[in-house]
């Protein structure tokens, strides 16, 4: 049993963030919340999101699993404006989820979750940590996008930079100070590693602006970006693989 109520503009960024990913998701469904793990098809990034009971106007739920096709969701959210709240209710008969948005109700059946997988999410203790607005790294990923098909990140000692190089022309962001505060694990030292640009590309534009991102990074190391959405009651960890260049 689920039944929950929220905010359209909550629940557009919950969603527009897993699906930068995958098209269909797994929502473990629990008293104090939600959380769902997730992998690309392609195994290159994975998303792990835990969403409390704080983020909603109002919820009940007990221990249970739901699949939603989030581009049929994405439907539901055309029909809000701004602000306006958006109900959520399982129906548990007929395998479907029930959503109501002022006097208009769409129901939608929930995708079977027999097939899809809990992935494990690495434990990952990398070097580096650098807290940032993400407003930065989306200027340098537009600034990036019209060079490159991948970008370096790379931090040391009190900088964090974003790079790329074409065939003939290059593209570097520089932060330091506050405008990036790097920390280590350890003795400050470089650390480097590149990764595609269209996957770093479409989490970091799904992103709202003036969100505090920590991107923690070591050498030739998937990326981890941490960040949190509706006013902190929605906690995102993200993985990016490396792109690792032949000797």
């Known amino acids: 049993m689920f039944s929950a109520e929220l905010k359209s503009d909550t629940l557009k960024g919950l969603v ?8 269909e998701v797994k929502f473990t469904i629990t008293p104090d919340g939600m ?3 997730a992998v690309d098809a ?4 994975m998303i792990e999101m835990e969403i ?12 249970s ?5 989030l581009d049929k969701v994405k439907d539901v959210l055309k029909l809000a404006s701004s602000g306006n709240p958006i109900r959520m209710e399982q129906d548990e008969t007929h395998g479907r989820l029930v959503f109501k948005v002022g006097n208009i109700t769409r129901t ?3 995708v079977d979750t027999s097939s899809m997988s809990d992935p494990k999410v690495p434990n990952l203790d990398l070097a580096a940590k650098i807290s940032l607005m993400v407003d930065e790294l989306q200027k340098g990923i537009r600034a990036a996008e019209s060079i490159s098909d991948h970008i370096t990140l790379r931090a040391g000692d009190g900088y964090f930079e974003l790079s790329c190089e074409g065939d003939t022309d290059s593209v570097n962001l520089r932060l330091e100070g506050e405008s990036a505060k790097v920390s280590f694990d350890g003795e400050p030292h470089e650390v480097s590693s590149m990764f595609p640009l269209d996957y770093f590309s479409n989490i970091t534009k799904a992103i709202p602006a003036s969100t505090v991102v920590t991107v923690e990074l070591d050498r030739d190391y998937p990326v981890k970006l941490v960040f949190a959405l509706a006013d902190g009651h929605a906690r ?6 490396p792109r690792i260049e032949s000797e």
């Open 65 to 69: 699993e739901i699949g939603l096709d």
């Open 236 to 241: 995102v960890r993200y993985l990016l693989a």
């Open 42 to 45: 392609a195994h290159v990034a």
């Open 16 to 23: 527009n963030i897993i699906s930068t990913l995958i098209d």
């Open 35 to 37: 959380t769902l793990k």
């Open 108 to 110: 939608m059946h929930l």
């Open 52 to 63: 409390d009971k704080g983020a909603f106007e109002n919820y009940t739920a007990q221990d």
